[in-house]
């Protein structure tokens, strides 16, 4: 007997259906430590198993897509991560084969704290073959960010499989069974819409780039006489500017021009989220010819586009020169591409390569595996600006035309586990050609190429809206200018963005050369850290917490740099208390850590650490709490190695404001930590 389930989700799923649109589940993401294991990393039965939605099919029956201890004794364990924290009311364990062995649960919140919530002292085999195990209980004052799962696989007799680990902050059940799918789950708010003569022509309009704020169109057009190279065989870049938001109108499209443009056939595959930085199609040769065997970067210049310069990655080769496609990644450090290559599936695959740690060579390309990839071509990938969600076209996945646009979720950072492809459904796919599906940032906007209805039948540039139940997670778009903190002058700079919570750097990006302006895009769930670098100069980070966002949402921050100078002073805005307490939170680690690394490189350099607090409170107190944490800082700095006689600390309460304290929006401005250049 086939068991149907539907999944309470945080996103699209694939093959099932959604039962709520808010973003109130979260599945497995990552193992941090598992007690024995019958495989190694993504075989059959390995731990990685357990991660993503359940899908081991069909239940009841061993399979190859869920984990299996390879011992039998009574501790055996799992432990896993998820790829966001919640305030959690219950947790679901998939049993899909042999349940009942299950003998304690443990959530792991943010600090690293173990918090017991299920307990089986008598387990054993059950009458059922598998079960989704739930466990519900009060919501705790601690956000959830690991699960420990123990079990006593001696009392089952014969093998046990856990297929999926899954928390909710709401109590609705996370899998239920013998439910009837609707056919088509994928829904939009509107059909498709030409988007009209000011972006579409008689000629070829294809490969559409839309800009992460929504506000520039990019796209390729072929054999138009206003093209550099002319008409015939030819293609070049072109752009088109938001003209009325909330009409969706556009300005007539224009010709990006040289460098970018040659007399050869020219691409722009992406652009990266602050709009300064060009993925090109080709290699552009010192002679003005290109060379189909790679891709270019340009940068934007206070002057124009600078000449593309050759992206350098690891084994590279396309064994197809005339298709191909790419993709950079909101992040600026994940690049996607549709080659064709003898370590594929067949004929075009997409791959992936990541941004090394020198900034400007890539990795040798890896396969996103066959849950994507088929014999057929599959090419046209975008990776949504949550860095998870995978749109691309598919030949070999079957549907309405020779090819069609799919989505998949990305389950891991293996970048090889993926949720089964969804046809995007008949309101985007025809029996024509479909494909170049891209999205803006905020999720509502789609954009892709058609053969239908297009101006003199060619092929043209739609708009479609998709329903907010299948649109990427929530993301928030971080933009403002990069500025001299003593001069207000803009500065060209990189700007990296971090996780506060694991240290680990998510992204880069560019500050224009022109006026300083940057663009981020921060993905919800997590607690993030960014700053500006430049030579000669040391950062004032800035931070935003966006872990329970719920919308898309637009933040303006400018971000300062500071001279490295004797006598000037750099606030430490990513140091973190406890409310009224002197002890340094988690998240304040990357920020200590880069102050590590500078007094480590600059030996002769000595800082004085000053701490300030508002108001509020006896200033007597006020005053010790300051200067309890400034000690505590520099007893941080000493215990990595930093000596203490380069140190001083001074608290001073709350003596020297910076902002009015008759609000709390401006006087937690007063609540800082800062450090003064002594000694250079």
């Known amino acids: 007997m086939s068991i149907r389930k539907i999944l309470l989700s945080a996103g699209l799923s694939v093959g099932i259906s959604v039962v709520a649109q808010a973003q109130h589940a979260v599945w497995a993401g990552k193992v941090v430590a598992v007690s024995s294991q019958k495989a190694e990393g993504k075989e059959a039965f390995s731990p990685e198993k357990v991660l993503g939605e359940p899908n081991a099919l069909p239940l009841g029956q061993a399979s190859n897509e869920a984990w299996i201890p390879k011992k039998e004794g009574t501790n055996e364990f799992i432990e896993i991560r998820f790829g966001k924290s919640l305030i959690a009311k219950q947790v679901t364990v998939v049993e899909n084969f042999n349940p009942g062995s299950v003998t304690k649960i443990e959530l792991v919140d943010t600090r690293g704290q173990k918090h017991q919530v299920y307990e089986n002292t008598s387990p054993g085999p059950l009458p059922e073959t598998f079960r989704a195990l739930q466990a519900t209980f009060a919501p705790g004052t601690y956000r959830t960010i690991g699960v420990i799962v123990t079990m006593n696989t001696k009392a089952v007799n014969g093998v046990n499989q856990i297929d999926a680990i899954g928390i909710a902050d709401v109590g609705e059940t996370m899998v239920k069974k013998e439910f009837q799918a609707p056919k088509d789950a994928v829904s939009f708010d509107s059909s498709m819409v030409n988007l009209g003569a000011n ?30 190279g002319g008409g015939k065989d030819g293609q070049d870049v072109w752009y088109s500017t938001i003209q009325n938001a909330q009409k969706k109108t556009w300005n007539p499209a224009k010709n990006i021009g040289g460098p970018i443009n040659t ?13 300064n930085t060009a993925l090109l199609i080709n290699v552009y040769k010192p002679d003005g010819t290109l060379d189909p065997k790679g891709l270019s970067l340009s940068r934007r210049t206070k002057t124009g586009w600078s000449q593309p310069e050759k992206v350098e990655i690891d084994d590279f080769y396309n064994d197809d020169q005339e298709n191909v496609d790419y993709y950079l990644g909101t992040s600026g450090k994940v690049l996607l591409m549709a080659v064709d290559r003898k370590d594929g599936q067949g004929q075009q695959d997409i791959f992936v390569s990541f941004r090394k740690e020198d900034g400007q060579t890539w990795t040798k390309p890896r396969n996103l595996g066959s849950t994507i990839n088929t014999k057929k071509p599959e090419f046209a990938p975008f990776l949504a600006a949550d860095g998870k969600t995978l749109y691309f076209a598919s030949e070999g996945w079957g549907g309405y035309g020779k090819s069609d646009i799919f989505y ?71 933009r403002g200018r990069v500025l001299d903190a003593a001069t207000k002058k803009p500065i060209a700079s990189t700007i990296r963005y971090e996780n506060l919570l694991t240290g680990e750097e998510i992204g880069v990006a560019e500050s224009s050369p022109v006026d300083g302006s940057y663009t981020i895009v921060l993905p919800s769930g997590a607690h993030y850290g960014y700053r500006a670098d430049a030579k000669d100069y040391l950062a004032e980070s800035d931070n935003l917490d966006v872990t329970d966002r719920q919308k898309y949402s637009e933040v303006n921050q400018d971000l300062y740099l500071v001279p490295f100078a004797v006598g000037q002073t ?38 004085k650490i000053e701490g300030h607090t508002d108001n509020q409170g006896d200033a007597a107190l006020n005053l010790k709490l300051s200067q309890d944490r400034v000690n505590e800082v520099k007893k941080y700095l000493v215990s990595k190695g930093v000596s203490g006689n380069r140190i001083t600390t001074e608290g001073f309460g709350d003596k020297k404001p910076i902002a009015p304290n008759d609000q709390e929006e401006t006087r937690k401005l007063n609540r800082r930590v800062e450090f003064r250049i002594t000694k250079k």
């Not at 070829?204 to 839309?210: L, R």
């Not at 891991?412 to 969804?422: A, E, G, M, Q, V």
């Open 199 to 228: 972006v579409n022509s008689k000629y070829v309009d294809t490969h559409p780039v839309i800009s992460p704020d929504g506000r520039t169109l990019f796209f390729a057009r072929q054999e138009s006489p206003q093209n550099i």
């Open 408 to 478: 998949s979720k990305r389950l891991d950072d293996s970048w090889t586990n993926w949720t089964k492809p969804r046809n995007l459904g008949s309101t985007v796919n025809s029996p024509d050609f479909d494909a170049y599906y891209v999205v803006s940032a905020a999720g509502e906007d789609a954009y892709l190429v058609s053969a239908r209805k297009g101006i003199d039948g060619s092929k043209d540039i739609f708009r479609i809206n998709l329903k907010p139940a299948f649109r990427p997670e929530v993301v928030t778009l971080v």
């Open 570 to 607: 750099i606030k430490l805005n990513n140091i973190f208390f406890a409310q009224s307490k002197y002890y340094l939170r988690e998240t304040s680690y990357p920020e200590l850590q880069r102050l590590v690394r500078t007094l480590k490189a600059y030996p002769a350099v000595e800082i």
């Open 263 to 275: 007399p050869g056939p020219n691409g722009l595959a992406s652009v990266s989220s602050d709009g």
